[in-house]
């Protein structure tokens, strides 16, 4: 799991850095935060209600004729005291915000704003500590000791508690409904597979049943700050569900007796884990709380966004890509699986399928936002200048625009290419994709913020869509906004009838 599959680019640098630095003009950031308190919330509003995201950076790259510019961001007053940021939003000045050497990560996890840390048992958990504090070293490496202890029962594990589960009742509900909501079933789903995958022990068949609701609010209040169209959906207006939203913090109490339930269970079940955590120094009450956070927040988070971020690209993309999907994984697994089953050397001959993960970790980000603050004063480049940052100075990036950047991607950018990281030139540019907080061809270590799973969530991605298309030939799906990523309800589903070679 902590191997790099890319290891050899390691030797072989971008074409910027093989040749002699450009001799960039140096200019002053542009932009400007405007008139305090009032700039701020006019441009919350621009960014929630009145132009969206894309169109908020769009509309200020253009106003500036660059990729990196000041602004405001989210959600401002009265929740974050200083919503002045640096955006970077190319591709050039983007990785700037993983270079602990000039920048610092400490409490910019959610960005301008921090929740209370009565949501997290009092503790700063790892998300929100810079690699230079000590506890983030501790904290990292329990939960690198944890995956790595666990790795042989993530395949398993995913079938049994997810693949199974989650097939049958889609089937179920298209049969007689004639449509599934994939959402509502994967957060149930997910969150039993990853109890299993890292503790042994689903929530719903240890007495903890009806935990993922708890955890949903708990996210909730978290988040509740970075959401808009929330509660417009039942006609609120605007201007009331800002407030309500994004002026003060909800009240943390709300979470606090689903929070104890989710304690108890990850205490329990997760005993054996927090023997770890003990062996490199941490209290077993400071290791269960980050725990929590990890696999709550950061993982089953992340899989609520990334399955239906998933299934929406291939359902849009139709049946010849299903028909190329589904002769590769069976090939694959007629000739490196185990009895008809998917497994690591056959993930490893997917080469469209993990193409396929990686264009939509490029393309669908499951955490648009990064931040930092300048530990010193430094020239940020991007592609056409270089700027002066000052120490202080909190910066920010967007990472759709920075992993759609047309100098990196060429014309189609934009575009969703199911190959485009297939053979050595594709396997070039995943130095370029940043879903982790970090470069797709580096491994986390406990001296950056790259997210400590990254391998674990790309192998289950590749791990949904091997088993998807053993089991499927083809599906519809009608594809719509929700609250984050995209809402799937799947319309049909076509049964694998064909032997692999022997699809069409």
Same mark, same amino acid.
């Given at each position: 799991?902590?191997?790099?599959?890319?290891?050899?680019?390691?030797?072989?640098?971008?074409?910027?850095?093989?040749?002699?630095?450009?001799?960039?003009?140096?200019?002053?950031?542009?932009?400007?935060?405007?008139?305090?308190?009032?700039?701020?919330?006019?441009?919350?509003?621009?960014?929630?209600?009145?132009?969206?995201?894309?169109?908020?950076?769009?509309?200020?790259?253009?106003? %500036?004729?660059?990729?990196?510019?000041?602004?405001?961001?989210?959600?401002?007053?009265?929740?974050?005291?200083?919503?002045?940021?640096?955006?970077?939003?190319?591709?050039?000045?983007?990785?700037?915000?993983?270079?602990?050497?000039?920048?610092?990560?400490?409490?910019?996890?959610?960005?301008?704003?921090?929740? !209370?840390?009565?949501?997290?048992?009092?503790?700063?958990?790892?998300?929100?500590?810079?690699?230079?504090?000590?506890?983030?070293?501790?904290?990292?490496?329990?939960?690198?000791?944890?995956?790595?202890?666990?790795?042989?029962?993530?395949?398993?594990?995913?079938?049994?508690?997810?693949?199974?589960?989650?097939?049958?009742?889609?089937?179920?509900?298209?049969?007689?409904?004639?449509?599934?909501?994939?959402?509502?079933?994967?957060?149930?789903?997910?969150?039993?597979?990853?109890?299993?995958?890292?503790?042994?022990?689903?929530?719903?068949?240890?007495?903890?049943?009806? @935990?993922?609701?708890?955890?949903?609010?708990?996210?909730?209040?978290?988040?509740?700050?970075?959401?808009? %169209?929330?509660?417009?959906?039942?006609?609120?207006?605007?201007?009331?569900?800002?407030?309500?939203?994004?002026?003060?913090?909800?009240?943390?109490?709300?979470?606090?007796?689903?929070?104890?339930?989710?304690?108890?269970?990850?205490?329990?079940?997760?005993?054996?884990?927090?023997?770890?955590?003990?062996?490199?120094?941490?209290?077993?009450?400071?290791?269960?709380?980050?725990?929590?956070?990890?696999?709550?927040?950061?993982?089953?988070?992340?899989?609520?966004? @990334?399955?239906?971020?998933?299934?929406?690209?291939?359902?849009?993309?139709?049946?010849?890509?299903?028909?190329?999907?589904?002769?590769?994984?069976?090939?694959?697994?007629?000739?490196?699986?185990?009895?008809?089953?998917?497994?690591?050397?056959?993930?490893?001959?997917?080469?469209?399928?993990?193409?396929?993960?990686?264009?939509?970790?490029?393309?669908?980000?499951?955490?648009?936002?990064?931040?930092?603050?300048?530990?010193?004063?430094?020239?940020?480049?991007?592609?056409?200048?270089?700027?002066?940052?000052?120490?202080?100075?909190?910066?920010?990036?967007?990472?759709?625009?920075?992993?759609?950047?047309?100098?990196?991607?060429?014309?189609?950018?934009?575009?969703?290419?199911?190959?485009?990281?297939?053979?050595?030139?594709?396997?070039?540019?995943?130095?370029?994709?940043?879903?982790? %907080?970090?470069?797709?061809?580096?491994?986390?270590?406990?001296?950056?913020?790259?997210?400590?799973?990254?391998?674990?969530?790309?192998?289950?991605?590749?791990?949904?869509?091997?088993?998807?298309?053993?089991?499927?030939? !083809?599906?519809?799906?009608?594809?719509?906004?929700?609250?984050?990523?995209?809402?799937?309800?799947?319309? !049909?589903?076509?049964?694998?009838?064909?032997?692999?070679? %022997?699809?069409?």
């Amino acid at each position: 799991m902590s191997y790099n599959r890319y290891a050899w680019l390691e030797k072989e640098k971008p074409q910027s850095e093989q040749q002699a630095p450009l001799l960039l003009p140096t200019k002053e950031i542009p932009g400007s935060y405007g008139i305090p308190f009032i700039s701020p919330i006019k441009d919350r509003l621009d960014y929630y209600y009145f132009k969206g995201h894309d169109k908020f950076f769009q509309s200020k790259i253009d106003q %500036n004729s660059s990729t990196v510019f000041r602004t405001n961001m989210i959600p401002g007053p009265f929740m974050a005291s200083n919503p002045r940021v640096i955006a970077v939003l190319d591709a050039k000045s983007f990785p700037i915000l993983f270079d602990t050497s000039k920048v610092e990560k400490k409490n910019v996890f959610t960005g301008t704003y921090m929740p !209370s840390t009565k949501l997290t048992g009092g503790y700063r958990v790892c998300s929100y500590l810079d690699p230079s504090e000590p506890s983030h070293t501790k904290v990292k490496q329990f939960l690198f000791n944890l995956l790595k202890a666990r790795k042989d029962y993530f395949l398993p594990a995913f079938r049994s508690a997810y693949v199974a589960p989650i097939f049958s009742s889609v089937e179920s509900q298209v049969a007689s409904h004639g449509q599934a909501n994939f959402n509502d079933l994967n957060n149930d789903i997910a969150f039993d597979f990853l109890g299993e995958a890292y503790f042994g022990a689903p929530p719903s068949k240890v007495g903890a049943s009806g @935990l993922q609701k708890k955890v949903t609010i708990w996210l909730l209040l978290q988040l509740a700050p970075l959401a808009s %169209n929330v509660l417009t959906k039942f006609h609120f207006p605007k201007l009331v569900e800002d407030f309500l939203l994004h002026t003060f913090a909800l009240p943390s109490f709300i979470a606090k007796p689903g929070y104890k339930s989710m304690y108890e269970y990850f205490n329990t079940a997760g005993s054996a884990a927090l023997d770890l955590a003990e062996k490199v120094g941490l209290s077993r009450d400071e290791a269960c709380h980050n725990l929590i956070f990890a696999t709550c927040f950061n993982t089953y988070g992340g899989l609520r966004v @990334l399955f239906p971020g998933l299934l929406a690209r291939l359902a849009q993309s139709g049946r010849d890509l299903h028909s190329r999907l589904a002769t590769e994984v069976r090939q694959a697994v007629s000739s490196h699986g185990e009895n008809g089953q998917v497994t690591l050397a056959a993930l490893e001959q997917m080469d469209l399928a993990n193409s396929v993960v990686y264009e939509v970790l490029r393309i669908d980000p499951p955490v648009e936002f990064q931040y930092a603050h300048a530990k010193k004063d430094f020239l940020l480049q991007s592609h056409d200048a270089q700027f002066q940052v000052r120490k202080g100075e909190m910066l920010f990036g967007y990472q759709p625009f920075a992993t759609r950047d047309t100098r990196v991607f060429g014309a189609n950018a934009g575009e969703f290419v199911p190959d485009r990281f297939v053979g050595s030139d594709g396997a070039k540019l995943l130095r370029y994709v940043w879903w982790s %907080n970090g470069p797709e061809t580096e491994d986390p270590t406990v001296n950056d913020k790259q997210c400590a799973g990254k391998n674990f969530v790309v192998l289950v991605a590749r791990l949904f869509v091997a088993e998807f298309f053993l089991s499927y030939d !083809s599906f519809t799906a009608e594809i719509s906004g929700s609250l984050v990523g995209s809402q799937v309800n799947i319309t !049909s589903l076509t049964k694998a009838k064909a032997s692999a070679g %022997n699809f069409y």
